[in-house]
């Protein structure tokens, strides 16, 4: 099996070193993406490098032609995503469209397309808005209780965690009140990194075979029972008061996408509702926080930010709205640039669906053909800080995303929220509720690196996501204007 593609003539990581690794991703002392990185990093000139995953042969992609053509042109032959989770044993995450595939998949993705257009993310803006002001409060109490330095993934992940109760499942998610919020307590059990939950991950993603022998769940038991008692209270609460709030769960129980369409039934709600908050909670935190570290550690950015957004502000008559927020060009870089560094998702790992050939990459010059059912490893974080593609990678520069410079990046090697069929479905929900929480802080508050901080982050390597491994640590002050 090792010698798969030697003799297909593509250059390879040896196998050996790849198992050395998976035991190390196992004990948790580096994670597979991390370890996707690394690879990138080795090969510097080669267009792909077979590695293996156990003893399958998969692909990592490293030419941004043939990236573009995976994602995009080509998407037909890679629209699944390398994950199976078994509907029988796990019937709520199976609805989850990263998980899905065929007809489902497409189904489930209009749904939520249908839920996340511009005029739709304009209605949930005072929602947002109204979780930032509480969380302005409360950064401003607990400075004044000594609470500097704040913790800011925690800080980051109170306002997500509320802005997804209140946008997905109509509820207050009281995390800025109470520390022992339900709801975010909750919501921590999908996604937190623990011995036991890698262990879960590495068997969905490595013997998934074994998931459905093992009744291995995404989500478990009470989590889902939990969200979809919330999901019920509220939907007979507006029954009952007839209430309207223009929110995820009135578009979603609203939904036509053709005239005879049945409405949704309340299983599926609970799906889409459990899928926005599985997806989107804990990669929007990361990108918040890492952006607010990104601007205190790089003062002529906050700088620079904060005149933008005061100086937006004064011409909207004192008020932020959804139209003032599309003119801040600036904030438009920072974020981008952050999410360069701090691509919350290391790598997109596809599964090749149709035999596909890609280009030569030595002699004798003979296409390589990728067999249907090979995975194929896109690693975002090593395009990212590739100095071929963004020169001095680890430096801060919000201006290489200016409208001057953004075109001069090469296409296919810019992927925080991925590309072509599958790009991230709630990206403008993330795009927006990142910016206002930004806003907000960088209105109020003149933010700093305390020396809590551990520099240069350290990437925890316990965490298929990207978190830095001492924690973000910032101090809060008060601006006096
Ligand atoms: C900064 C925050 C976020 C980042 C960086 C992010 C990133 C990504 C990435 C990299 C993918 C895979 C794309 C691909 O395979 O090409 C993805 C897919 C997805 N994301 Fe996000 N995401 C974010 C926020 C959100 C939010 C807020 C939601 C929901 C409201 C969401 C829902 C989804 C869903 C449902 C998919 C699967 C789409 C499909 O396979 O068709 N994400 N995201």
Known sequence: TYDYW???????HPPVTFFGNLWDAIRMKRSTGLIYTDIYNTYPDAPYVGVYKIRQPALLIRDPEIIKAILIKDFHSFERNDIFVDENVDPIASKNPFLQYGERW?????QLSYCFTSGKMKHLFPLMYAVSVNMVKYIDNEAKLGGNPMDTKELAGKFTCDNVATCAFGIDGKSFVDPNSEFRNVGKKILEPSFSFNMKMLFILLFPECTALLKIKFISDDVVNYFRNVIKTTLNYRKENKL????????ITQMKLKP???????????AHAISFFG?????????????LYNLAANLSAQEKLKNEIDEVIRKNRGSL???????????????????????PAFA?????????????????EVEVKIEKGTPVII???????DAKYFPNPEKFIPERFSDDNKAKIVKGTYLPFGDGGRICVGMKFAILQVKIAIIAIVQHFNIRVNQKTKEPLEIDPNHFLLFAKDGIWLDYHKRNN
């Open 6 to 12: 030697k003799k297909r003539g593509v250059p390879f």
């Open 106 to 110: 497409k189904t489930s993705r209009s």
């Open 244 to 251: 309207v709030r223009n929110d995820f769960l009135d578009v």
């Open 260 to 270: 005879d369409d049945p409405p949704l039934k309340d299983d599926d709600i609970t």
């Open 279 to 291: 997806d989107g909670f804990e990669t929007s935190s990361i990108a918040l926080s890492f952006a």
């Open 321 to 343: 709205s959804y139209e003032s927020i599309q003119n801040m060009n600036y904030l438009d870089c920072v974020l981008s640039e952050s999410l360069r560094i701090h691509s």
């Open 348 to 364: 997109l790992v596809k599964l090749c669906t149709d035999d596909y050939y890609l280009p030569p990459c030595s002699k004798p």
């Open 379 to 385: 690693p975002v974080q090593g395009l990212h800080h």
